[in-house]
């Protein structure tokens, strides 16, 4: 009996100090130390809590693609936007100066030509109104401009002068036009002014009572009389010209 009893007691004292230390250990504070029942260690219970970090903001990713515009690049065009122009007049007094007073000479051809090919024309324009040519959009190179001295039957007296004064020609070597002295073109070249002093042939008319007295006409060049007619030669402008009359005294 009494052995049952101090078995009684002695658990009851095991759960005691269960109890005990239980209720110990929910009071302790965090980071204290206490000691064993039995003395012997120090027992060092530190809670260690983390604080939770706050997550870091990452920036917010574009839910939508940006879409770039492609670049268009635009072709390179070449443009040729050049030309060559000038007038033809009736130059009356062979001066070579485009006075006022004279007239245009208008819906007559003009041309073209490569520099080294004054043959074949590369371009053919007709005078306006106003004996205004144009010629434009040539491939870049060394061009003269040409004008013969017939056409479509009519004809003209090539400039007499050369190149001097308002007219910009000169006989060609064979003698068939006028030509420019040679014009340098490249893309954008804009020349103006190449003109021509074109003329008439000189009209020969009969003068009233106009009297030749030759004392001897075998004597004078150029003039010769036989059976009452005369005829007079002479030389002008590199033409040459002849009249011819009737005449009851010498």
Same mark, same amino acid.
Request: one cysteine or more; proline letters at 6%; aromatic letters at 6%.
């Given at each position: ?10 658990? +009851? ?24 029942? &039995? ?74 030509? =490569? ?36 056409? +479509? ?11 001097? +004064? ?21 893309a954008d070249a804009v020349v103006e002014d190449i003109d021509a002093a074109m003329r008439t042939s000189p009209v020969i ?15 004078? &060049? ?12 002479? =030389? ?13 005294t010498v």
């Amino acid at each position: 009996m009494r052995m049952k009893q101090k078995r009684r007691l002695g658990l +009851n004292r095991v759960l005691c100090m269960a109890l005990t230390l239980l209720m110990m250990v929910s009071l302790i504070p965090m980071g204290a130390t206490f000691a064993s029942a &039995t003395g012997e260690e120090e027992v060092s219970s530190e809670v260690i809590q983390t604080e939770e970090s706050e997550p870091s903001e990452e920036p917010e990713e574009s839910t939508e693609a940006e879409e770039s515009e492609p670049e268009i690049t635009e072709p390179e065009t070449t443009t040729v936007t050049n030309s060559i122009s000038g007038v033809l007049w009736i130059d009356a007094n062979t001066d070579g100066i485009y006075d006022s007073g004279e007239s245009p000479l208008a819906d007559y051809p003009v041309y073209l030509y =490569a520099e080294d090919d004054t043959d074949n024309a590369v371009q053919t324009a007709t005078t306006d109104a106003d004996g205004k040519y144009l010629f434009e959009d040539m491939e870049p190179g060394r061009y003269v401009v040409g004008i013969k001295a017939e056409e +479509n039957g009519t004809e003209y007296l090539l400039p007499l002068m050369g190149v001097q +004064n308002d007219n910009k020609f000169y006989v060609a070597p064979d003698y068939s036009k006028v030509i420019s002295n040679p014009i340098d073109i490249d893309a954008d070249a804009v020349v103006e002014d190449i003109d021509a002093a074109m003329r008439t042939s000189p009209v020969i008319q009969p003068r009233a009572a106009y009297t030749i007295n030759l004392a001897s006409p075998t004597a004078v &060049t150029g003039v010769t009389y036989a059976s009452n007619v005369l005829t007079f030669t002479t =030389a002008a402008n590199g033409n040459t010209y002849t009249i011819t009359g009737t005449t009851s005294t010498v």
